[in-house]
């Protein structure tokens, strides 16, 4: 080779360098500022009061911390934040499992024990208060939205109700309860890890047809209920009444357990924890609104003291007429926030309020 083709080659090599190790530079660069980004997004958030626990940034602002624990967490500035600390050890443990419910993994604790987190989760799934046979199976997802998923625990099969995050230990929490037999899903919000719950637990997934698709999954449930119900479970048990309830979607479906006058509403009514009153949370409304409000008043008839949602605060009442009154009020309000957009919750305030609205 000539001296001038060897310059030429070796002027070729160099510049081939610059061209790669340019863009690996650029690279890494963009990695360690979205690794800088994240830590900072993980800095405790300032409004938390000093301690062992606090929230970050990346908090979705879902609620689901601030109904577990509400002695230590709080809302301010639009974001979860611990507002005091623990005061005792029944309350540390509560923040613990608000920690491990936490779609966002938003929640820290600086100085947790292996024991105390092992006892946290020993207690899950979490009974409710005022049921014998209901459990709340605490993981949530983010991309559920935080939705809240529960246990019916029953002689002829256990079911759940919409699909929490997938953990292994609740897994084997669940199994040692009997396994589930129907995992019955409201719609197609909170279906989250539906295909790995259905696959580890063998059981049989229920959806009305027109919530299921093909993107999560859900063209894949068993049982696809159609027409306007009520539906029964495929056993024939009579325990159970799934009910249509369109209006947050088209074909949203609540589950009516009667043995404890139980209802599983999904998010077609709850208690709103910053309106402090029933809500049929209509800016989160992907169908109408109206719909929405007829089929709740279709409830009315039925005989039913406790409501569970996905989204949103339990209800229980002293008895069927206080739920009654309770969802008329619900839809006046609504009505009028519409009307008025936003003083809808001044209808309930001289009205009887739940005997209970947390867990």
């Given at each position: ?171 084997k929490r669940i199994q040692a309860m009997g396994g589930v037999k129907y995992m019955c899903l409201s719609h197609r919000d909170d279906v989250c890890d539906h295909a790995k719950w259905a696959k580890a637990l063998g059981c049989t997934r229920i959806l009305r ?151």
């Amino acid at each position: 080779m000539s001296s001038a083709g060897a310059l030429h080659l070796s002027s070729a090599l160099a510049s081939s360098k610059k061209v790669v190790k340019r863009p690996l530079q650029t690279a890494a660069s963009r990695v360690s500022a979205l690794v800088a980004q994240e830590r900072k997004l993980r800095d405790p958030r300032e409004e938390n009061a000093p301690g062992d626990f606090y929230v970050d940034s990346t908090c979705i602002d879902c609620d689901t911390c601030r109904w577990m624990a509400p002695e230590t967490y709080s809302r301010i500035n639009q974001q979860s934040a611990v507002h005091l600390q623990p005061q005792s050890p029944e309350e540390r443990k509560r923040a613990l499992q608000a920690l491990l419910a936490c779609p966002s993994f938003s929640i820290h604790a600086k100085h947790k024990k292996s024991e105390e987190m092992g006892a946290a989760l020993n207690e899950m799934p979490l009974h409710v208060s005022g049921t014998e046979n209901v459990f709340h199976l605490v993981m949530a997802s983010e991309s559920s939205y935080g939705a809240v998923a529960y246990l019916i625990r029953r002689p002829e099969g256990n079911i759940m109700m919409d699909s929490p995050r997938f953990d292994v230990k609740l897994l084997k929490r669940i199994q040692a309860m009997g396994g589930v037999k129907y995992m019955c899903l409201s719609h197609r919000d909170d279906v989250c890890d539906h295909a790995k719950w259905a696959k580890a637990l063998g059981c049989t997934r229920i959806l009305r047809r027109d919530e299921c698709n093909k993107e999560q999954g859900t063209n894949e449930v068993e049982v696809k209920l159609e027409g306007q119900g009520p539906w029964g479970l495929p056993d024939g048990s009579t325990d159970i009444e799934l009910i249509h309830t369109p209006g947050h979607t088209t074909g949203h479906v609540v589950l009516l357990y009667k043995p404890e006058r139980t209802l599983f509403s999904g998010d077609h009514w709850g208690y709103s924890g910053r309106e402090q009153c029933g809500s049929l949370f209509r800016r989160v409304n992907w169908y109408s609104i109206d719909h929405q409000m007829e089929s709740l008043a279709k409830l009315r008839p039925l005989d039913f003291v406790h409501v569970l949602p996905g989204h949103g605060r339990r209800m229980s009442f002293g008895d069927k007429a206080a739920k009654d009154e309770y969802i008329d009020l619900t839809i006046a309000a609504t009505k009028k926030d519409i009307a008025a957009d936003g003083t809808g919750h001044n209808v309930f305030k001289d009205a009887p309020q739940p005997l209970s609205t947390t867990n």
